[in-house]
């Protein structure tokens, strides 16, 4: 092999790979969404309770919270395309305390549910009927899975900055932190249907 | 059939690649700010009209606007609108084999 095949790269290539990974996120995510569907269709009454329960405001605010920090990645890589290394940092930090924030809130959620013997398997959840035991265990697993693609954006963000810091991602280079944009977009995008499909149709 | 091909190859694609870079598109701050503020206003929308009751209307509405914010996410946000339009393609099919498969699922119960 010659020099040229070693520095050889293909960001065309690289981000066509990132798009079909993607589209099999949402495959995976649809398909939960079918579940939920056809669910919802069968227990009606138990779905429409159990949705009011959650907290719209919590709900809302996280949407607000992930649109935002979607927002600020998508800055950053306009900063390093305009070779704006301090701002393209400062803004994939706040993606990064953006995402941490949305993690922290989830929490709280959780935890006011769990205190209410509300999870999956309780005993004082079966109680309530198979309807609420299946919202509940949709809600958890979905936004669950959700949560753990939160956790991965941010690790894979994280490198991302670490790269630029270390001037591995540059303005003539910048594929890698395109690519953890559109992963981080993604995982917003599938907020912006769980977050009406769990909170706001009741 | 041609055996230098795979020799010339990296040359090839890595001048194109350097093409592709250099008309980048870049999406301004404003253009980015201005879709938050357009996907935030259709959140707060959406909480809004969801809080009155509207039936079997809500469902739709909660919905409709979930889609129309998730559009301005993948051509903005994304770049889809800057990209070649294979992509584009990709996607719509995607969601197609998706709405498919929730048509399928959805006749078969409602029928059975």
Redesign the interface.
Known sequence: MNMAADTHRDDLASKTGMWLFLFTEMLLFGGLFVVYTVYRYRNPEAFHLAAKELSVFIGTLNTIILLTSSATIAMSITAIQKNNKKLALVLAGITILLGLAFLVNKYFEWGEHIREQIYPGSSVLALRGQGDVLFYGLYFFMTGLHALHIIIGLVFIGIVTGKITRNKITFDNYVLLENSGLYWHLVDMIWIFLFPLFYLIT | MDFSVPAVL??H??SR?KM??EK?H????KT??Y??AL??TL??T??AV??IYLGTL??AI??V??CI??SF??R????LKFENKI?IL??VA??L??CF??IL??LD??YR
């Open positions: 990296p040359y694609i890595k690649a592709d870079n980048t870049i999406i301004p701050y980015i700010l879709v938050l996907l935030i959140t707060l959406s909480v969801t809080q809500t469902v909660a919905l606007i979930a914010k998730s996410v993948l903005i946000f994304m770049h992509y990709a996607v995607v969601v084999v998706l498969v929730i699922t959805l119960y409602l």
